[in-house]
């Protein structure tokens, strides 16, 4: 169904040429969306996709440790697509590095985004509403360093144009609205969020929210990636996930112009339920890799308990150890100690043993401050992301 152009234009000028800012429509798209035929199959699908991810992923060992972990991995999928150029190891090396530099400037990036989403998920846990001011909140978490702190007001709606693609307003691919309608188009998606002016079904909110925010653009930096946090954070919010683990960057990444061309065709025609056929595929493609994720690694770690078992007497140790590092996967002795709830020695004892049978390794080169990683455990979160770095 073709709708036509889903808002106005603001024309104004920029220097010598004439800027053409799209002021959108408020959601819910009018007429209603159709979902007959292969649209509510999708739809359908989707759903059972992610309630068989929210099963799941409460059984994994330790929930609260691998979510963390697996947040890292959304953190630097998101990341990438911006031009970050780092990976899973190098973050949890600058989060272990007591606050010696990062190995690059991206890593720092890539914490901050952590930071961000953590905070957001945070708010919503203590019964803060999904809110402008919680996404104000969160941009000044993403910009508190790095490429984009300086001169893009972390933290503040932005108050003058922006765009996307091109040099100047005037060669732009796309001019979102102009400051003095900002207000006004993000005001009228918060009211979205709490079903004014009607009740949606919480994964089309997330899914018509990402679009209009994307085509907002009310920052002047950190739009993807918020808006990205903001598909997690509605169905978190609404009860979808107990856990926060879907995450769609991958997706996007991997269908990047196709992704493009269907907000834009929103946008142009009206055709969100193209947009939401492409959305659904991707939670469901998405859910069904996050299944497989927290699958892998409820097998290793059960894997490695049975290799501990038979270590003798210090196997119950070694499994606090393994829980550990199953949190943070590269760490110092003195660091799991505090994790584990054991001694500085009982921890030394148990990597070296966890060492020997080649479930941790040391990766300074010995010598004072050594560290160790949980590889394997790294590796398998990483493992999905082998497209995304290819595709840089």
């Known amino acids: 169904m073709e709708r036509g152009l889903q808002g106005n234009f603001s024309i104004s000028s920029h220097g010598d040429e004439e800027v053409r800012a799209f002021i959108p429509k408020p959601l819910p798209p009018d007429p209603p969306v159709n979902f007959s035929g292969a649209l509510h199959a999708s739809y359908s699908d989707a759903l059972v996709n992610l309630g068989r991810l929210d099963t799941i992923s409460v059984l994994v060992p330790s929930p609260d440790r691998f979510i963390y972990a697996y947040i890292k991995k959304e953190a630097l999928l998101s990341s990438m697509i ?56 969160m941009h000044k978490k993403l910009l508190v360093s790095g490429r984009g702190s300086s001169g893009a007001t972390p933290g503040e709606f932005r108050t003058s144009q922006n765009w996307i693609g091109g040099t100047r307003p005037g060669n732009a691919a796309f001019v979102p609205p102009p400051a003095f309608a900002l207000m006004e188009t993000m005001g009228a998606m918060e009211k979205y969020w709490h079903d004014d002016p009607v009740s949606s079904p919480p994964l089309i909110k997330a899914a018509l929210s990402h679009v209009q925010f994307e085509t907002i653009h009310p920052f002047l930096d950190g739009n993807g990636r918020l808006g990205r946090m903001l598909i997690t954070l509605i169905l978190h919010e609404q009860k979808v996930l107990r856990q926060p683990l879907l995450y769609l960057s991958l997706y996007f990444k991997k269908h990047r112009e196709e992704y493009y061309r269907h907000l834009m065709n929103v946008r142009t025609n009206g055709a969100w339920e193209d947009w939401l056929e492409f959305f659904f595929l991707a939670v469901s493609e998405t859910a069904n890799e996050a299944f497989q994720t927290v699958t892998n690694i409820n097998r290793l770690l059960d894997e490695d308990q049975r290799r501990i078992a038979e270590i003798g007497r210090q196997s119950a140790s070694a499994v606090r150890v393994l829980e550990g590092f199953s949190k943070q996967p590269v760490a110092s002795v003195a660091e799991i100690a505090e994790l584990a709830g054991v001694s500085a020695v009982t921890a030394g004892k148990c990597i070296a043993a966890l060492e020997k049978i080649g479930i941790l390794e040391e990766m300074t080169g010995g010598g004072r401050n050594r560290r160790f990683r949980y590889r394997q455990f790294i590796e398998t979160l990483e493992y999905d992301m082998r497209a995304a770095t290819e595709a840089r």
């Open 82 to 137: 911006e031009g970050t150029q780092s990976s899973l190891s190098e973050l949890f090396q600058f989060e272990a590095s007591d606050g010696r530099p990062p190995p690059n400037t991206d890593v720092a990036e890539v914490s901050n985004y952590l930071s961000a989403i953590n905070h957001g998920l945070r708010r919503l846990s203590d019964g803060f509403p999904l809110s402008l001011r919680l996404v104000r909140e």
